[in-house]
C-alpha cells in the first residue's frame, strides 16, 4: 500500500485524524533509515482538530519532481499558515532556502546557506543553529 492509499484508507474511515493514527501511519510509509517526528503536541481545538498555527517549523528536503511544489505552492500555504520559519534543503542546488517572518501570504525574509555552512536559525522560534557539514556538498 502507498502513503496516498494509507492517507484516503483513513480518511474514508473517519473524517478527524487522531495523533495515534497520524503516528501509525508515519512509521507505515517513512521508508528505513528515514525518521521523521511530531515533537510535542498542542491541544486539539474544541471540535477535536489539530490548529495549522501550532506549527512553528517546516522542513522540507526537495526531490526533482516536488521542487515546484516546495519552492512555489507550500512556500505560500506555509506562509499564509503564519508558519513562523519554512526551510527547503535542496541538494541539487546543495543550499538551503531559510523563509522567515511570513506576511500577507508570503515570507517577509528569504536567505539562503550553502551546504557545509552552519545555518543560524538562533533569531527564531526554533532557535537552534542547524548544522550542514555532512550534507553533500563539493
Known sequence: MTGLEDRIEMTEESEELTLDALFESLERTTPE????????????????LWRC????FVAEVISKGTAH??????????????????LV???????CHICTDPKDGDYAVSTRGDFGTDIDLTGT??????????FPHD
Open 89 to 95: 534543503a535542496d541538494p541539487y542546488q546543495r543550499r
Open 69 to 86: 511544489n516546495d519552492y512555489g505552492p507550500k512556500r505560500t500555504a506555509y506562509a499564509a499558515a503564519e508558519v513562523p520559519v519554512y
Open 125 to 134: 522560534v526554533i532557535d537552534l543553529v542547524l548544522t550542514t557539514g555532512d
Open 33 to 48: 533509515g528515514y525518521k521523521v517526528e511530531i515533537v510535542e503536541g498542542a491541544e486539539k481545538t474544541p471540535g477535536g
Open 53 to 56: 498555527g501550532d506549527v512553528e
